[in-house]
């Protein structure tokens, strides 16, 4: 029986590293975004605080998602 082949890299990235790094920068950086650029908006109801924060967030998830891709695709060996 052959051996298992378990890695693949197409691009030279390590697409688990950036998923993984992204979601923790996200919730570290994001949290804090997100509370203080509510302190300067009127949030009236729940529906206003949610999608608030899922707009805001998104925005953040999206630059980061980004930023560390190009950090992992320069730093390749």
Known sequence: MPERVETTSPDGVDYGWVMQ???VVTILAGAPVVAGLSTTTTLPTWGAR?????RVGALVWLATAITVFAYAKRKQT
């Open 21 to 23: 790094t992204t979601f």
């Open 50 to 54: 949610v999608e608030f924060a899922i």
